[in-house]
């Protein structure tokens, strides 16, 4: 899951430290902190190791003159790390966060469009000394921001951004967001006065002394559909394709993976496209031999977890 920090201007270590704390459940397997000498920029992560377990896979992360704080996983990086090679970029590590600086540094913000993946993060540039900022196209994973006295924080989570408020309090219009809860999802409205939530599918570049980001929405989905065959047995044969190739793409960890079982025909279907993944050979795609997990979730006092008791009993 991993959880992000960042502020520009810098933070004081103690208090920057404390608020990346507040998010250590994202990120149980370490953190790290980075301040630039011109003390412009504080960038902060709480990691959970999924590629490349080495300390080469920390962040933040430095390619360049550019550093990163990044949640989430590029899943075809495999794919873009090679097309990066043969233009000469070299690597260190293992990892997807190492592809996203070195495809910042050949195609900018056009790089979004290589990317199939979830993420949220934020990289600055040394030399120009800007902030770009980018989440994944349908907003999976999170990104608050605010500005605070002249200042810009931003984070994984709401309350790691409290610290650096005057006062947490609710949103003037909380009521109204508390009763349309699934209506401000796909809005920049948050229940806390003065945060506010990153737009999906889109970028920014950082102005600090105009208080302002300069967001710009690089997905629509209108935009990018495919083509559908004609005939159903071409139809049935492209979603086989495409939903095999997500199940497999899914699967690149360095470290054991699982499902979520409801039952149901979506998450069946997809367990069983991962066993027949696991029994092919996939070399150089960094597939999981270890899938072999699965997870179901139950309720107390359900029908379901009462019968589960009984034949326990």
Same mark, same amino acid.
């Given at each position: ?5 960042? #502020? ?14 507040? !998010? ?8 790290? !902190?980075?301040?630039?000498? #011109?003390?412009? !920029? ?124 005057? &006062? ?38 950082? &102005? ?24 159903? &047995? ?18 690149? #960890?360095? /470290? ?10 979506? #998450? ?27 997870? /179901? ?17």
């Amino acid at each position: 899951m991993c959880g992000i920090l960042g #502020s520009l201007p810098f933070t004081d270590s103690n208090h920057f430290l404390s608020a990346l704390n507040s !998010i250590a459940h994202r990120g149980p397997d370490g953190y790290g !902190i980075w301040q630039d000498e #011109s003390q412009k !920029i504080t960038l902060g992560h709480r990691r959970l190791s999924i590629l490349d377990l080495s300390e080469l896979g920390k962040q933040p992360m430095h390619y360049g003159n550019y550093a990163i704080t990044f949640n989430g996983e590029i899943y075809n990086f495999i794919e873009v790390k090679k097309e990066l090679e043969l233009k000469g970029h070299i690597f260190i590590s293992d990892s997807d966060t190492e592809v996203i600086l070195a495809a910042y540094q050949e195609w900018k913000e056009k790089c979004l469009l290589k990317f199939n993946g979830m993420w949220a993060f934020a990289i600055w540039d040394k030399i120009n000394q800007q902030l770009f900022i980018s989440r994944d196209r349908f907003g999976v994973k999170p990104f608050y921001y605010a500005f605070v006295n002249g200042k810009f924080v931003f984070a994984s989570e709401m309350k790691a951004l409290f610290s650096f408020l005057p &006062e947490v309090r609710p949103a003037d219009n909380f009521n109204e967001l508390k009763n349309n809860i699934f209506g401000y999802e796909h809005t920049d409205q948050c229940i806390i006065h003065g945060i506010k939530r990153f737009p999906a599918g889109s970028y920014a570049f950082l &102005e600090l002394e105009r208080q302002q980001l300069n967001i710009v929405k690089y997905w629509n989905t209108k935009e990018h559909l495919i083509q559908v065959p004609k005939r159903y &047995e071409e139809q049935v044969e492209q979603f086989r394709e495409i939903f095999i190739d997500a199940c497999k793409i899914r699967m690149r #960890s360095d /470290v054991p993976i699982g499902t979520a079982l409801s039952g149901g025909l979506d #998450s069946s279907a997809i367990i069983s496209t991962m066993a027949y993944i696991g029994r092919e050979q996939h070399s150089g795609q960094r597939v999981s031999k270890d899938w072999q997990h699965a997870f /179901v979730a139950t309720f107390p006092d359900t029908f379901l977890t009462k019968n589960i008791m009984r034949k326990r009993w």
